[in-house]
């Protein structure tokens, strides 16, 4: 009974083994026709080893670091801001020419800023949509030749109207060159962008400095006119210089151009002398470029509106200062207790339409001190981002602000208004600084130009309500208080 039941199971074996042989060789005549090896299932090792590696723009510029390129980019970019801060402080030392050249009341003078940042208001937003949907150097190489190109017509302005005109085409280009802080952002790392954006009111003293200096010499000598047509030189020069800067590598992978990115950033690495991560560059493309609606999402609205208020106070700020110190200089509205006798003649509105009062050495002097505050508390400022971050900083900035411009209102000698002063640039240009650079870093790469044009569109409304209240209401203010 055993031996049967042995000699059973054995044939029930062999026919089993018979059977799988039977199948594995229908399955390898099955592949062997289709051409196709048998499916053999794999590692997840082995399938995670096969999938291509492959980095974001972001990683990329990581990896490259800070270089060779970097030092290019930002005295380049830099140089931008010398443009910028040329055309802007240019109002407040032609001020006194234009006033007594054509006999103009305090509102005019007024005018003539309000509507250079009316131009920059309007072409703000429009510049920055623009960069968006078709490239930040464009718009900011454009904005150069813009400028450039009204401001010569501006010394040739036959009338107040034309001036005025003139200007506000002038504020246009100014608009599209600020997209070259966008650009410039795009390609530092993450970790050198508190240190070196603040850097960048260096240029900005310069060219403030260097139209104050056209001033002093020019003026006197050649006019308003020639003083004009010498400052649009650097413009000229910069033209060329940005031959030299690429395009955004994220605004080119955002737009889909992948070979575009990969050719600037090898280009950067290659300078720096570095090597992009492994694999292969890849990111999304994104369609909707320049979308306003965004800015008021649900996710942003919030950030929107309050950057915009920030923006339109650190502007406000800014030239509420340069342009009241200049005003308050140019008609001795000074409250000093050691004034000689030149500064003791007050020039006010009831006495007199014209005031042919221009700078003397001592105001350009203040001027150019003042203008040296805008760097002295550089190493400050970064020590504000880097400890208590962009949005804690801003507070502590517009605070002091608030103090100084109060402080400006007591009656002091020449010196101690001269430091009020350099305090006063100071804290307000750090606010400006800070208000950039957060404003950069907070939106994504689809929006940050539009994004920064709307900021800087509410900053120029700042900007242009600051005369009106610098150059008339103030000044009237501090004629009665004196």
């Not at 026919?15 to 060789?25: G, N």
């Not at 979308?291 to 509420?320: D, E, H, K, M, Q």
Request: aromatic share 12%.
């Amino acid at each position: 009974m055993a031996l049967k039941r042995s000699s059973s199971m054995k044939t029930q074996l062999v026919d089993a083994i018979q059977l799988q042989e039977v199948e594995l060789e229908e399955e390898i005549n099955t592949s062997s026709s289709n051409n196709t090896p048998p499916e053999v299932p794999e590692a997840p090792e082995a399938k995670a080893q096969t999938e291509p590696k492959c980095y974001t723009v972001e990683e990329a510029v990581e990896s490259i670091g800070f270089g060779r390129f970097h030092i290019l980019l930002f005295v380049i970019m830099g140089s931008a801001n010398i443009v910028e801060a040329m055309e802007i402080m240019l109002l407040a030392v032609v001020s006194p020419e234009i006033r007594c050249e054509w006999r103009l009341e305090d509102w005019q003078v007024a005018l003539v800023s309000t509507m250079v940042f009316f131009g920059f208001m309007i072409c703000g937003v429009l510049c920055g949509y623009v960069a968006d949907k078709y490239g930040r150097w464009k718009v900011v190489f454009g904005g150069f030749i813009w400028a450039s190109y009204f401001s010569l017509l501006t010394s040739f302005s036959p009338s107040y109207g034309w001036f005025i005109f003139l200007r506000c085409m002038v504020g246009c280009g100014v608009a599209a060159t600020s997209q070259g802080f966008v650009l410039k952002t795009e390609f530092i790392p993450a970790k050198y962008r508190a240190f070196l954006l603040p850097l960048a009111s260096i240029f900005w003293m310069l060219g403030s400095m260097l139209i104050i200096i056209l001033g002093m010499t020019v003026v006197p000598t050649m006019g308003w006119r020639w003083m004009i047509r010498f400052s649009i030189i650097p413009s000229i020069i910069l033209i060329g210089l940005f031959l030299f800067i690429p395009e955004s590598a994220r605004f080119q992978v955002s737009a889909g151009n992948i070979q575009g990115a990969m050719s600037t950033l090898n280009w950067i690495a290659q300078m720096n002398g570095a090597s992009l991560p492994e694999g292969e560059l890849r990111e999304p493309e994104v369609t909707e470029r320049g979308n306003a609606t965004t800015l008021i999402s649900p996710a942003f609205r919030r950030t929107s509106l309050l950057l915009w208020y920030s923006w339109f106070v650190a502007s406000f700020s800014y030239y509420g200062s340069v342009l009241s110190g200049s005003e308050l200089l140019e008609k001795n509205l000074l409250c000093m207790t050691d004034a000689d006798p030149e500064h003791q003649i007050k020039h006010n509105q009831e006495e007199a339409l014209c005031y042919c009062i221009p700078f003397n050495m001592a105001d350009y002097q203040t001027l150019l001190i003042s203008c040296l505050g805008e760097v002295a508390l550089i190493p400050l400022n970064i020590g504000l981002l880097n400890i208590f971050g962009r949005k804690p900083s801003m507070a502590i900035l517009q605070v002091l602000s608030a103090f100084f411009f109060l402080l400006v209102n007591i009656c002091t000698t020449m010196l101690g208004f001269t430091v009020l002063l350099f305090l006063l640039r100071s804290v307000v240009s750090m606010n400006f600084n800070v208000v950039y650079i957060y404003t950069a870093e907070v939106y994504p790469t689809a929006v940050r130009s539009i994004g920064m044009g709307f900021c800087t569109s509410f900053s120029r409304v700042g900007g242009m309500i600051a005369p009106f209240i610098a150059q008339v209401l103030y000044v009237f203010d501090f004629a009665v208080i004196c």
